[in-house]
């Protein structure tokens, strides 16, 4: 299923959220600069190997290693990646600032991220494949979204056997369905840290449960008003 909007408005103008799907376009933008120089690549993505030997055996300094669990998560492999994350950002993201404020929501974004990049890590250590996109950091958004606004509805588009149908469910549903799917994904992938690649499954768990968490921790500190949903 993939959502194609949520009939949950944001009482405050989103900037954080504007200014994050920009952010990633224009490094994307640099990345195409770039063209089929690997070196960037290498230099900016996380390579979960690399980190291995820099904190094992100081191969490396560890700021150069370090510095890439950051700025891997404004890089995307191509424009579908791009696309795909910025669209799950731009949906759910704006609701999420009005939560935690415009600076706190930049600081939940990047350390969701953070802790999604580090749950790759410490589950793929020796892969050697560059891991790149904002997806673990978007997950922390979804993770907090289903916390705060479970009820709230979200227009999905469905595939039903061979047709393609829009329907209204609940965020609850939607959100928890992708979560079980990254997470039966990732438990596949458990044991196969060697040969990394393909989906980052692991980003996306940590991400999301990250958020969750953090939302769940903030709603009992200062719970928000309440809010009347049209079922």
């Known amino acids: 299923m993939i959502p194609l909007r949520d009939e949950n408005p944001s009482l405050t103008t989103p900037f954080v959220t504007w200014f994050l799907v ?14 089929s120089d690997r070196a960037f690549v290498s230099q ?34 191509n ?23 415009h600076f706190g929501f930049l600081l939940f974004y990047v350390a969701a991220g953070v802790v ?4 790759h890590w410490a589950t793929h250590a020796d892969a050697r494949v560059p891991t790149l996109g904002a997806s673990g950091a978007i997950a922390g958004v979804l993770g907090a979204y289903l916390v705060a606004f479970p009820r709230a509805r979200v227009v999905t588009l469905v595939p039903i056997v061979i047709v393609l149908r829009i329907i209204t469910l609940p965020a609850v549903l939607v959100l928890g369905l992708w979560f079980v799917f990254q997470f039966l994904s990732g438990a596949l992938t458990l044991g196969y840290g060697s040969q990394g690649g393909g989906v980052a499954w692991w980003a996306h768990i940590g991400g999301f449960a990250f958020g969750a968490l953090v939302m769940l921790v903030a709603s009992l500190v200062r719970p928000a008003p309440s809010r009347a949903w049209v079922e």
């Not at 920009?22 to 063209?35: C, I, K, T």
């Not at 999604?116 to 749950?119: E, G, I």
């Open 22 to 35: 920009a952010a990633n376009v224009v490094v994307f933008l640099v990345e195409l600069g770039a063209g």
């Open 44 to 77: 900016w993505a996380m390579i979960p190997a690399r980190l291995t030997l820099a904190v094992r055996f100081g191969d490396e300094p560890i700021t150069g290693p370090a510095i890439t669990v950051l700025t891997s998560m404004f890089m995307h492999a």
């Open 79 to 101: 424009w579908l990646h791009l696309l795909g994350n910025m669209w799950y950002l731009w949906i759910f993201g704006d609701n999420v600032e009005d939560r935690f404020g």
């Open 116 to 119: 999604a990049a580090t749950l």
